[in-house]
């Protein structure tokens, strides 16, 4: 029996895929800004989230629990960011609907802090979040969970999303496994 290609708009995404349910997967991010970012994706290609028929939304969201609660536990997350750029004008990049899940936690992150320091063009982000997290922490140190400039990210080989991807799916069986 072969497998169907799963796509991400044009892209074929089947190696990067770690959990599919009956109308949604979750798959590894090209570009993640920390460790454990992914995306949850519908598998009908939907550039929006109005275009989901009624138990394609319902897979969705319940694909998009499952997974939270997983990242969460993975990655030791204390919280995490959910995104959904809806739509070429709120930032979308890829005309397929997805929600980016980004972990979040208590010793690096600025919280609501961040939006006054991008509100002020003379404010150096990066040092200020640096000093921020001194002050806060006293740490000279940061983990790899500190959000990287966007200039500091590159796209990661096919091969590393597919190691990511199996660990990953290895990891969510055990996991609900125990549940």
């Known amino acids: 029996m072969t497998q169907s ?6 892209f074929a995404v089947n190696e990067q895929v770690f959990y599919k349910s ?3 997967y979750a798959l590894v991010n090209l570009k993640p800004i ?7 994706v519908p598998l009908r290609v939907v550039p929006r989230l109005k275009d989901l028929t009624e138990e394609e939304s319902i897979d969705y969201m ?3 629990q499952r997974v939270h609660k997983f990242i969460e ?3 030791n997350a204390d919280s995490l960011n959910i995104a959904i750029q809806d739509g070429p004008e709120a930032g979308q990049s890829v005309p397929h609907l997805h929600a980016h899940l ?8 600025m919280g609501d802090k961040i939006y006054e320091a991008l509100n002020d063009p003379a404010n150096d982000i990066e040092e200020n979040y640096i000093e921020f997290n001194k002050r806060k922490y006293h740490q000279r140190e940061f983990n790899d969970f500190v959000v990287k400039p966007d200039s500091d990210r590159f796209p990661r080989t096919d091969e590393e999303m ?4 199996q660990w990953l799916s290895q990891e969510l069986k055990a996991y609900f496994k125990e549940k």
């Not at 290609?5 to 044009?10: A, E």
């Not at 920390?34 to 949850?40: D, E, S």
Request: aromatic fraction near 12%.
């Open 34 to 40: 920390v460790p454990g970012h992914v995306l949850v």
């Open 62 to 64: 319940m694909t998009l």
């Open 73 to 75: 536990h993975i990655y």
């Open 162 to 165: 597919q190691k990511e991807a």
């Open 22 to 24: 009956k109308y949604t």
């Open 5 to 10: 290609i799963i796509y991400f708009s044009k």
């Open 102 to 109: 980004i972990p979040r936690h208590r010793v690096n992150n």
